[in-house]
């Protein structure tokens, strides 16, 4: 099980902290991937973490401004998102995925578990 927290509503420039939590297994086995869909659009990587080794992967439009990472402890995965634009604003869901796959590859319809969605809306 894994849920989502952390979305709220900021201006442009503004950070926010996502967390997914996962439940009933361990993130070290797993790939968790960031997912997001914005009315109207297809749903989109947006940044994905390989539990096993830490390799990350982030979509061009996230880079240098998204930070993925965890914390196998809380069994936890978090989305630092700085300077956040007004197309950032959209619904974020994390999934999870067994095993150590190919990051760019992941897609949401592919993964193992899903977490709910969290809105995220950035107001210029």
């Known amino acids: 099980q894994l849920q989502a927290s952390g979305g709220g509503s900021v201006q442009a420039g503004g950070s926010l902290r996502l967390s997914c939590a996962a439940s009933?297994?361990?993130?070290?086995?797993?790939?968790i991937g960031w997912f997001r869909q914005a009315p109207g659009k297809e749903r989109e990587g947006v940044s994905h973490?390989?539990?096993?080794?830490?390799?990350?992967y982030y979509a061009d439009s996230v880079k240098g401004r998204f930070t993925i990472s965890s914390d196998n402890a809380k069994n936890t995965v978090y989305l630092q998102m700085n300077t956040l634009k007004p197309e950032d604003t959209a619904v974020y869901y994390c999934?999870?995925?067994?095993?150590?796959?190919?990051?760019?590859?992941?897609?949401?319809?592919?993964?193992?578990?899903w977490g709910k969605g969290t809105q995220v809306t950035v107001s210029s």
């Open positions: 009933g297994f361990s993130l070290g086995d797993y790939a």
């Open positions: 999934a999870a995925k067994c095993g150590s796959p190919y990051l760019p590859a992941l897609y949401y319809g592919g993964m193992d578990y």
């Open positions: 973490l390989r539990g096993g080794d830490g390799t990350t």
